[in-house]
């Protein structure tokens, strides 16, 4: 038993009592990109709840603690928080079930349940307020975006870059980045999609990892949500979906474009940076944290990342990077 569980175990018997939990109960819930883990145990009868597990040298858990009350505020679903030692990095949660979205979609059911991922999305966004959560500023994004010739270009494709293609990548960098800050702000998830998406309800999802949440650009989270890291859908379905977010944020008041294809345009702009920033954590994850599952998905992002740059004169230089850097033939098409 390593000392960080022996921990974790000690101060669930300290809950014993109030809750009837049984430490020795405790199996693995879930895996995580960051260094939390998470841990479901057993009460006396058969009742589960979750353990978020956060080494305070390495994580806090005040970010998910602040951004649950905002949630909740929402009225939307998420874990209770039944106790909290903020200082060891413990948190006692309700439990959500077991099945994902991930899980459970399939081409009868995904409408239904990516139309309630929707409703809740609309709704977090409403309850948005200013100065509340961390801005998503230029630096931040470009923190992230700077990740991908960081880890996966250079570490993970052991590609050293010129001067030249430095150049081309940084005017795309800029690019992308001017017309993601370009847009109105909202509350932003920051990785709304099916895998953190419990299927507890149609219409009223669970929703998890939210503690990385900011004030950013209203169109991160449905391109994040239809541009999933662990599922492709077809493109006339992601067109379809985000056609009807748009339509109901506007009649919900939310600062979207009048025009749908300036909104399109966004979400594929925004939905870019997010690619190249999951690509540089993907690979982040793999050589310096050990977690080689990431890994196996950068081939779904590459392509997301060559489908949007050919399809926007102002990104052909990022294509013909990305046809270097991944020492491929190109065979482009359009997907609508």
Not at 95 to 120: F, K, P
Not at 160 to 179: H, P, Y
Request: proline letters at 5%; a negative charge.
């Amino acid at each position: 038993m390593s000392d960080r569980q022996a921990q974790r175990q000690q101060w669930l018997s300290t809950l014993s009592h109030k809750y009837k939990i049984r430490p020795e109960s405790e199996v693995p819930a879930s895996t995580d990109a960051s260094f939390r883990s998470y841990w479901r145990v057993e009460d006396n009868q058969g009742t589960t709840f979750i353990v978020m597990d956060a080494p305070p040298a390495l994580e806090s858990v005040d970010p998910f603690i602040r951004v649950t009350a905002l949630f909740q505020r929402a009225s939307l679903n998420v874990p209770t928080i039944y106790e909290a030692d903020v200082k060891n990095g413990f948190l006692l949660l309700s439990d959500l079930g077991r099945q994902t979205y991930l899980d459970i979609l399939n081409e009868d059911n995904a409408r239904e349940w990516m139309l309630g991922a929707v409703d809740s999305l609309i709704k977090w966004q409403l309850s948005t307020e200013k100065g509340v959560l961390p801005d998503y500023d230029h630096a931040l994004l470009s923190r992230e975006i700077h990740l991908f010739p960081e880890w996966y270009v250079a570490k993970h494709r052991q590609v050293t870059l010129n001067d030249r293609q430095q150049a081309l990548l940084k005017v795309c960098f800029e690019r992308i980045l001017q017309n993601n800050l370009a847009e109105n702000k909202v509350f932003v998830h920051r990785d709304y999609m099916p895998r953190n998406l419990m299927a507890t309800d149609p219409h009223n999802p669970g929703i998890l990892d939210y503690q990385d949440a900011v004030y950013g650009p209203i169109s991160y989270d449905i391109a994040s949500l239809m541009r999933d890291a662990f599922i492709s859908w077809n493109e006339s379905f992601v067109i379809d979906m985000t056609v009807r977010y748009w339509e109901a944020a506007r009649k919900a008041g939310l600062p979207v474009p009048a025009d749908f294809g300036l909104f399109w345009k966004d979400v594929e702009w925004m939905g870019i940076q997010r690619h190249l920033k999951v690509l540089g954590i993907f690979a982040r994850t793999h050589y310096r944290d050990g977690k080689d599952k990431y890994l196996a998905d950068t081939p779904r992002f590459v392509n997301y990342v060559r489908q949007t740059a050919h399809r926007y004169d102002e990104l052909h230089p990022l294509l013909y990077l990305m046809d270097q850097i991944e020492s491929t033939v190109p065979q482009y098409g359009y997907t609508f």
